[in-house]
């Protein structure tokens, strides 16, 4: 099936994230402050989804707008 991120919520000063994920697959999750970049990953590293939605809480740091993307690490 298609990839699908199913939630962006502020909450506070942090944005959550949520995405259909298969269970047992790896994502990295990377934030930017424009859309062409510098990317970095998120705190946390990769994650493993142990469901068929994935979730990160990031860390907004002062910043006015942030663009995020989820990168499949391994099937």
Known sequence: SAFRMTGVRQVTNNVWVAWE????WSYSVEAA???SGPWSL???GPTTATNVTSTVTIPMSGAQQRFIRVHLVQP
């Open 21 to 24: 994920a298969v269970p047992g």
């Open 33 to 35: 402050p424009t859309v």
């Open 42 to 44: 998120v705190p946390g």
